[in-house]
């Protein structure tokens, strides 16, 4: 066997997110390889052998890597467009030019997204891609790869549309493909990228787009595809009342009873937004074990509404955070969604006692890892865990005059990241990626857009 690599943090304030939601004000965490060796208050355990960095962590608060559940990479080179539509009047601008993308632009836009979540903190990420036109290349493979290369724990929900405008949908015919390519290709990106081991950089989800973009025998097939192939299912859910009103006149019936009629709830399940769910909805996601990407910026940008995070983490149902596509976030960020799932929460039913910081700093890290199935591995700090975790700046102009590290992570400005790891790899040094150039990947992201607008205009 190797011999142990050490990695020594000490004098960090931590905020572990284990189930006694255990902090220490003055502790250390010691990585070996990939895993989290010990951890605990005070200075780190003297004749540690084989120690190859010690960081001094003073100023700084140590919590576990942040954890996207909900996102579109491919929309990094489509900001900025549609600013001020609902999603379906969004969608309807933006899928004719979404039906143009090829591999270099994605490639490109998987980039981009991931260096943005990873300079700030987060250390598993996930993309929900559901466009692939005909001749598009090899998607998923450039954006497994992209994830690959920036060195950050990945999911990939490989998604598909089957409903077109002649179908009653909302994607145009030629963005779509049939139920049978559908499925097919979804069975192989699977085989390929899917990897089951305990410490696994990547794994892959069965994810059809959505109710009004997909029929119904394909959201059928899909959960039957997963449950065969052993992985997750995931989609959107209940994001607007145009999808709601969508569904009754369709299906006669609400979104949930709809998931639920085509084998779409579980505790393999996740789904994005859930904002318009009644008291019986809730409950059946509860008694399943059915979780939720919460996305409190997307959908504030598409007026979508406030999703019921209180009620939902009261009735247990599994939460956590989402930056979801950048062309409804153009932030991009996962950090800030800590903060915007507090305030916005506190604008609904419960007002001020709707999220406090640590239940939002739970939410964006050991809730995101539930959902995505990977609460064992990642998500708190504990012994045995992956070594998946931040060191966030706490000593500077910004943060330096608030009471408590917690409250100033979440309710302060976003905070800048002295050091990320994944999988006890060291990712970001002082706010600067260490695994890619993020000049390069400006510049490659903005000349892709430029093309795809062009193609988009002819
Ligand atoms: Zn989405």
């Known amino acids: 066997m190797a011999a142990a690599r050490r990695i020594v943090i000490d004098n960090g304030a931590i905020a572990t997110v284990d189930a006694h939601d255990t902090e220490y004000a003055r502790g250390y965490v010691v990585l070996n390889g990939n895993r989290i060796e010990s951890l605990g208050a005070g200075a780190a355990p003297e004749g540690l052998e084989n120690v190859v960095q010690r960081i001094d962590a003073s100023g700084h608060l140590v919590t576990p890597g942040l954890v996207n559940t909900h996102h579109h990479f491919y929309q990094w ?79 990939l929900a490989r998604g598909s549309m089957d409903r077109g405008e002649s179908d009653g949908g909302l994607p145009p015919d030629f963005a779509v493909e049939s139920l049978d390519e559908a499925l097919a290709a979804t069975e192989e990106t699977v085989r390929q990228h899917h990897d089951t081991s305990f410490d696994a950089m990547t794994q892959v989800a069965v994810a059809p787009c959505s109710p009004f973009s997909v029929s119904t025998e ?29 569904c009754h006149e369709l299906f006669g019936m609400g979104p949930t009873d709809y998931f639920e009629s085509t084998g779409w709830l579980g505790e393999d399940v996740w789904m994005a937004h859930c904002v318009h769910m ?59 969604e800590l903060r915007n799932a507090l305030l916005v929460n506190r604008l609904g039913a419960h007002r001020e006692a709707a999220l406090n910081a640590r239940q939002a700093l739970r939410l964006g890290t050991y809730g995101g890892a ?89």
């Open 370 to 458: 539930r959902v995505l199935g990977r609460a064992a591995e990642t998500g708190s700090l504990e012994p045995g865990k992956l070594a998946d975790l931040v060191l966030w700046r706490m000593d500077t102009l910004a943060h330096a005059s608030i009471a408590d590290p917690v409250t100033a992570l979440v309710f302060g400005a976003a905070a800048p990241v002295t050091a990320s790891f994944v999988n006890g790899r060291r990712i970001v040094e002082n706010g600067r990626l260490l695994t890619a150039d993020e000049d390069a990947i400006a510049r490659s992201t903005r000349e892709q857009a430029r093309r795809l607008a062009a193609i988009a205009a002819r």
């Open 77 to 155: 080179i489509t900001r900025g467009l549609a600013t001020d539509h609902n999603l379906f009047d969004w969608l309807v601008a933006l899928y004719p030019t979404w039906a143009r993308i090829d591999e270099p632009m994605v490639h490109a836009a998987a980039q981009g997204s991931l260096a943005m979540m990873a300079r700030g903190g987060v250390t598993t990420a996930m993309d929900h891609h559901y466009v692939f036109p005909r001749g598009c290349g090899d998607l998923s493979g450039a954006i497994v790869r992209a994830a690959r290369d920036m060195g950050v724990r990945f999911t």
């Open 218 to 246: 394909l959201m059928r097939q899909g959960a039957r595809l997963a449950r065969r192939l052993g992985v997750r299912l995931h989609t959107h859910g209940s994001e607007t009342v145009e999808e709601e009103k969508f």
């Open 278 to 336: 009644t008291d019986s909805d809730i409950a059946a996601f509860a008694r399943t074990g059915t979780g939720v990407a919460h996305c409190p910026s997307s959908n504030a940008r598409l007026a979508a509404g406030i999703a019921r995070i209180p009620d939902m983490l009261a009735a247990g149902v599994p939460v956590g955070l989402g930056v979801d596509g950048t062309a409804s976030n153009e932030s991009g960020e996962l950090h800030t």
